[in-house]
Nanobody, 124 residues
């Protein structure tokens, strides 16, 4: 089992920045990819970004590429999502997730563990 705890959400004005953190505990040696998804009210959960736990592969949704940056601290088993130039359309609940197998990374149903979610509201 792996537990994920997120922090860093909140209210920010358009153009502002926030940083989300996701701390993993438990069987962290099994982590293959960690990712971020978001879900706005009335919408499907969508992929935001993902990163391989070992190595340098990182993937971003087109809607956030150039504005959001993932990073990680393996020693702390923590993943970060730095969000800059935030827009009102970024408003959503954000979830970190991990998968411990290779394969599809853009599909939220392929992830094995999830954080509790953190709300981000971007005001215009």
């Amino acid at each position: 089992q792996v537990q994920l705890v997120e922090s860093g959400g909140g209210l920010v004005q358009a153009g502002g920045s926030l940083r989300l953190s996701c701390a993993a505990s438990g069987r962290t040696f099994s982590i293959y990819v960690m990712g971020w998804f978001r879900q706005a009210p009335g919408k499907e959960r969508e992929f935001v970004a993902a990163s391989s736990w070992i190595g340098v592969n990182t993937w971003y949704a087109d809607s956030v590429r150039g504005r959001f940056t993932m990073s990680r601290d393996n020693a702390k088993n923590t993943m970060y999502l730095q969000m800059n130039s935030l827009k009102p359309e970024d408003t959503a609940d954000y979830y970190c997730a991990l998968k411990n197998r290779a394969g599809e990374i853009f599909d939220h149903t392929r992830y094995d563990y999830w954080g509790q979610g953190t709300q981000i509201t971007v005001s215009s």
